[in-house]
DNA sequence: GTCTATATAATGATAGAC
DNA sequence: GTCTATCATTATATAGAC
């Protein structure tokens, strides 16, 4: 168990991580179906064969990759730390803010995450519902202090917050060049910031016309609709 | 150009719209690169040849389908009208809103127009930036009348206010899950109506602590991070 | 316009040498 | 552990009959 431990100095590591670390690159990218086991091959610099020796399948490595994703970004300190520091375990929106932080690094992990939320049911369902979950506490914490608004219905509310707070991930490249730049950059990371907590403070409407006209609507029945 | 007019009765329309828009519900479903042209030809009850005889490739099957959608999405009253009201065109978010309205119907559309807004780059980019700038001329148009607050960065929270609008079709599935429902049903769109609207009245924070916060850790100038 | 049959290329996966 | 060579399948696209 010592003797067989690997240096891990991210430069050269074994070369079955080499090649998961390459699926996830290729596979956060173009996609599962767009990226062939030879591509992911090359990419890793082995042969094909290679890459369903170690893994079985290319589904297979597919489910690799996701259960890496999912420890990265739920691991205290990602790959960098290895165990010196005695937290257990973090949130999925530590974990992001964590990669963004370092953009360049983590941007393979950035998309693949983006792909696992809106390609096909995957391990990032239960990330997502554990956002949910400790968002809702988070609020209610919140509300109990003075500091959060609680909400008519606290569970969808926390849903929304989570929710939005994923979007930029998704959306990423329309927010970029939305604002005239290529992908989304450090700094436009960063101007989004200031409009967000005012929208998060202020809200967006200066009066309550909407939401009373809101409440009315719902409380006096909307079975039918136009 | 009298004689040569379908029915149009959504039932039997033309063998290329029936194939076109066969090609949406798969594409929409399953995505490009898992659906094959095979399967489409199936589901329009063709043969594989009769598909690429009409379009030339796969390719441009999926240009003719984001066309397609592009303009069901803007044109006044969907498939539905036919010229009898004489509005020019619609906003990106009205024609979602009439989409949803009527979800199992357009189900497919709304199913395909996320995998516009995520996969590559495609027509689905300039309807965003459309409906960005109709936001950020909304946004100063009510700002003006002095119902909204027009924040700090117009540009960027027009961007965030959009692309929040967009989330829940791109998160449905994590959203229905989150409340306890399969997909996002008419009622738990319904239900995201009064929280959502909450949000953007009295925004989450119930103090200006982290805005101040905020504001202060920008003005100092934040070059270095950790 | 629509079909069947087929050409051709690429894919995931296997077999066996080293 | 790693490679090369190959199999079997599936994909898009073509050709030509009706």
Avoid at 7 to 16: E, G, Q, R, Y
Avoid at 135 to 141: D, K, Q, R, S
């Amino acid at each position: 168990m010592v003797l067989n431990m690997r240096s891990l100095t991210a430069d050269d590591a074994t070369t079955v991580s080499r090649i998961r670390d390459a699926a996830v690159l290729l596979f956060g990218r173009s996609g599962y179906d767009a990226t062939s086991v030879r591509a992911i091959a090359a990419e890793a610099k082995v042969s094909a064969g290679l890459v369903i020796h170690h893994f079985g399948t290319k589904e297979a490595l597919r489910l690799a990759c996701d259960e890496h994703i999912v420890a990265e970004v739920m691991s205290p300190g990602g790959a960098d730390a290895s165990g010196t520091t005695g937290a257990p375990e973090t949130t999925l929106a530590d974990g992001v803010q964590r990669w963004i932080d370092n953009l360049d690094v983590h941007r393979p992990a950035l998309d693949y995450l983006a792909r696992m939320l809106t390609d096909r049911p995957s391990l990032a369902d239960g990330l997502f519902d554990a956002l949910v979950d400790r968002t809702e506490a988070m609020i209610a914490e919140g509300a109990a202090a003075g500091v959060m608004h609680r909400g008519s219905d606290p569970r969808m509310t926390a849903v929304i917050v989570a929710a939005q707070g994923l979007m930029p991930l998704l959306l990423e490249r329309h927010i970029g060049r939305a604002i005239g730049e290529a992908g989304l950059s450090v700094a436009a990371i960063r101007r989004m910031t200031l409009p967000s907590v005012e929208l998060y403070t202020h809200g967006l409407y200066a009066t309550t016309a909407l939401l009373d006209a809101t409440r009315a609507g719902l409380a006096s029945g909307e079975g039918t609709h136009s």
